[in-house]
């Protein structure tokens, strides 16, 4: 059985890793590890203030950067400032089922536009630098997830936060394998990789609000791991030695929680075709132009 462990990560002395959304939960732990085994961590956040207590909290080398998801003018400028390279890009920040339809600045609806939009704009704005690893972060509700390509946005359709929830993640596993393919095919040795925390007990799952959310509050409070628990699997796909498109979760009962161990995708999740079109979509709406092409 694997017992992986934070003090398994080794020594990363010399290492610069971006953690996105790292002032709380899963974020603010996998930052705290990171640090403590020696790499330079970024922590890139909305609120800086908040970001900086957590970033003094932790030993080893941080550093607090203004990072909004829900705006693609502040990942521009987070990655037009960007200087030097990424060992690891931990594309972890996250919104977890809004109460009612909540639109980020540019008009997303705001789990498709952070939890996948954003970070799909910040990895190709950043991919250049980045000489290591992209780990991208998921969730078991991928496998309800239906990418309406129709109405992405909620524009037309009765707004519903959990399968909103669910297609984000499962976007975030199609953006993930199709930047793999595409890494592959430019004879890249970046590899890009997914991890998804089971349930974990963290304050964006507590504080959702929402008659429709007290099922995963429930999980919450009677099964959920701790965000230090929870933060493992995202470890594991950092620092292991394991292939581009992996998925890393919880090993244990239905997948909520246990050691981290590799995942065996969805065919959904898998679909190359699925995935190329979800890219194409996504260049098209954050007007970003990838830098990585397929012939």
């Given at each position: 059985?694997?017992d992986?462990?934070a003090?398994?990560?080794?020594?990363?002395?010399?290492?610069?890793?971006i953690?996105?959304?790292?002032?709380d939960?899963i974020g603010?732990?996998?930052?705290r590890?990171?640090?403590?085994?020696?790499?330079?961590?970024?922590?890139?956040?909305r609120?800086?203030?908040?970001?900086?207590?957590?970033?003094?909290?932790?030993?080893g080398?941080?550093?607090?950067?203004e990072?909004?998801?829900?705006s693609?003018?502040?990942?521009?400028r987070f990655?037009r400032d960007?200087q030097?390279g990424?060992d690891?890009?931990?594309?972890n920040?996250g919104?977890?089922?809004?109460?009612?339809?909540?639109?980020?600045?540019d008009?997303f609806?705001?789990?498709?536009?952070?939890n996948?939009?954003?970070?799909f704009a910040?990895?190709?704005?950043?991919?250049?630098?980045i000489?290591?690893?992209?780990?991208s972060?998921s969730?078991?509700a991928?496998r309800?997830?239906?990418?309406?390509?129709?109405?992405?946005n909620?524009?037309?359709?009765?707004?519903?936060?959990?399968?909103?929830?669910?297609?984000?993640k499962?976007a975030?596993?199609?953006?993930?394998?199709?930047?793999?393919?595409?890494l592959?095919?430019?004879?890249?040795?970046v590899?890009?990789?997914?991890?998804h925390?089971?349930?974990?007990?963290?304050?964006?799952?507590?504080n959702?609000?929402?008659?429709?959310?007290l099922?995963?509050r429930?999980?919450?409070?009677?099964?959920a791991q701790?965000?230090?628990?929870?933060a493992l699997?995202?470890?594991?796909?950092a620092?292991?030695?394991?292939?581009?498109g992996t998925?890393?979760g919880?090993?244990?009962?239905?997948?909520?929680?246990?050691?981290?161990?590799?995942?065996?995708?969805?065919k959904?999740?898998l679909?190359?075709?699925?995935?190329?079109?979800?890219?194409?979509?996504s260049?098209e709406l954050?007007k970003v132009a990838p830098?990585?092409a397929l012939?």
């Amino acid at each position: 059985m694997n017992d992986f462990k934070a003090t398994d990560i080794g020594n990363l002395t010399g290492t610069t890793a971006i953690v996105t959304g790292a002032s709380d939960g899963i974020g603010l732990e996998t930052a705290r590890a990171l640090a403590g085994a020696g790499a330079r961590v970024v922590y890139a956040v909305r609120d800086i203030e908040k970001g900086s207590r957590a970033a003094a909290a932790a030993a080893g080398q941080t550093e607090v950067r203004e990072l909004d998801l829900a705006s693609l003018d502040s990942v521009r400028r987070f990655a037009r400032d960007w200087q030097g390279g990424i060992d690891l890009l931990i594309n972890n920040a996250g919104v977890v089922l809004p109460p009612r339809l909540t639109r980020t600045r540019d008009g997303f609806e705001v789990q498709f536009g952070v939890n996948h939009l954003g970070h799909f704009a910040l990895t190709n704005l950043l991919l250049d630098h980045i000489t290591g690893r992209v780990v991208s972060l998921s969730a078991n509700a991928y496998r309800f997830g239906k990418i309406d390509f129709d109405d992405l946005n909620w524009e037309h359709k009765k707004y519903n936060a959990n399968r909103a929830y669910a297609q984000s993640k499962l976007a975030v596993l199609l953006f993930t394998e199709e930047l793999q393919r595409r890494l592959t095919a430019a004879g890249s040795g970046v590899r890009a990789v997914a991890a998804h925390p089971g349930a974990a007990a963290t304050a964006a799952i507590t504080n959702s609000g929402g008659t429709e959310n007290l099922m995963y509050r429930f999980i919450n409070r009677f099964f959920a791991q701790t965000p230090a628990e929870g933060a493992l699997e995202t470890l594991y796909a950092a620092v292991e030695d394991i292939p581009g498109g992996t998925l890393v979760g919880p090993g244990g009962r239905m997948g909520m929680s246990g050691a981290p161990k590799p995942l065996k995708l969805s065919k959904t999740a898998l679909d190359p075709d699925l995935g190329r079109r979800l890219w194409d979509a996504s260049a098209e709406l954050t007007k970003v132009a990838p830098t990585l092409a397929l012939a």
